[in-house]
């Protein structure tokens, strides 16, 4: 069974960068699409990017596009999400999930194997 652990959460100022990891474990990650999805308190919980198997394909949510890039070592069996420029509004607990086919969507229902999340502050 593919676990998922998420780390490189943290408290940041407005403007700061984050690299986000998922690291796989129990299955190789190359035959997943890994998307990246995060949920603020008393928010829905918001598809944020996504990258197919092979790392050809990336999708952005419009609230992050141009300051996020997901990218893919399968070697390492890693997703990291790299967050640059980042806003108070980005605050939220950012969770990976594996999606059991290559190819990428953002709706979290597609999505069958979760990470415990990790907690990303922006604040000054």
């Known amino acids: 069974q593919l676990h998922l652990v998420e780390s490189g959460g943290g408290l940041v100022q407005p403007g700061g960068s984050l690299r986000l990891s998922c690291a796989a474990s129990?299955?190789?990650?190359?035959?997943?699409?890994i998307g990246w999805f995060r949920q603020a308190p008393g928010k829905e919980r918001e598809g944020i990017s996504c990258?197919?198997?092979?790392?050809?394909?990336?999708n952005y949510a419009d609230s992050v596009k141009g300051r996020f890039t997901i990218s893919r070592d399968n070697a390492k069996n890693t997703v990291y999400l790299q967050m640059n420029s980042l806003k108070p509004e980005d605050t939220a607990v950012y969770y990976c999930?594996?999606?059991?086919?290559?190819?990428?969507?953002?709706?979290?229902?597609?999505?069958?194997?979760w990470g415990q999340g990790t907690q990303v502050t922006v604040s000054s």
């Open positions: 999930a594996a999606r059991n086919i290559p190819l990428c969507t953002m709706r979290f229902t597609e999505f069958r194997s």
């Open positions: 990258i197919s198997s092979s790392g050809g394909s990336t």
């Open positions: 129990g299955f190789p990650v190359d035959y997943y699409a």
